[in-house]
């Protein structure tokens, strides 16, 4: 593994269904976050991580949960999907804490249909 | 309320020079980025200003004004492989990071 890597690339959900979104990083980073992608919108923070076991909520995160239980994985779990939560879902990492630069993983597409 | 805006849409020629603009509104300041996106990819680190003046980094520079509470991307002999969103974000007094929507660049050859 060479940065961060997500899983899967896209998904087909049906509504009501659960879903976790895998994030891994080989970097060590201590802050990991969670965005997602909506066209015409920034890139809005749904959790985040500045260490390994703790989390925060971002600014969209109902709907949604995070676990942290190593500094490598950051998961993101969708209880009940809905179809709003249709999006691109984006996790990153930094070393230190948000005035640094974060590295993108390459992104899950999610539809709930 | 919190804003960053961003034009959403520009067009350049290929060789020629643009310049981004990104002006923002937040509850205080504590730094600003610049993200590159091409299509369908992650966005990928460009810039990063605190102070305010011009940093330059090879063919982009990024200029920063606190008290106008503004900045730009500058992007010179362009090239095709440009072609992507530019996306500016704020580092807030709650170290949240505020993310604008982004521009989309075109370059024509």
Not at chain 2, 40 to 68: I, M, Q, W
Request: hydrophobic content about 35%; aromatic content about 10%; overall charge neutral.
């Amino acid at each position: 593994i060479a940065g961060i890597t997500q899983a899967p690339t896209s998904q087909i959900l049906a509504a009501g269904r659960r879903m976790t979104l895998r994030c891994t990083q080989d970097m060590r980073h201590n802050a990991m976050y969670w965005y997602r992608q909506d066209l015409g919108l920034g890139l809005r923070l749904i959790h985040y991580s500045n260490t390994a076991g703790t989390t925060g909520k971002g600014e969209v995160p109902d709907g949604y949960s995070v676990s942290r239980a190593n500094t490598d994985d950051f998961p993101l779990t969708l209880a009940s999907a809905v179809p709003s939560q249709t999006s691109v879902y984006f996790c990153a990492s930094s070393d230190g804490d948000v005035n640094n630069e974060q590295f993108f993983g390459p992104g899950t597409r999610l539809t709930v249909l | 309320g919190q804003n960053i805006d961003q034009p959403t849409e520009m067009t350049a020629t290929e060789g020629a020079i643009v310049q981004i603009n990104c002006t923002y509104q937040t509850s205080g300041f504590n730094g600003l980025f610049w993200y590159q996106q091409h299509a369908g990819e992650a966005p990928t680190f460009l810039s990063y200003n605190v102070l305010d003046g011009l940093e330059e980094k090879g063919r982009f520079s990024s200029f920063l004004s606190r008290s106008k509470g503004y900045s730009y991307l500058l992007l010179k002999e362009l090239q095709m492989k440009d072609s992507a969103s530019y996306l500016c974000a704020v580092v807030d007094s709650n170290y949240q990071l505020i993310w604008g929507a982004g521009t989309k660049l075109i370059i024509k050859p």
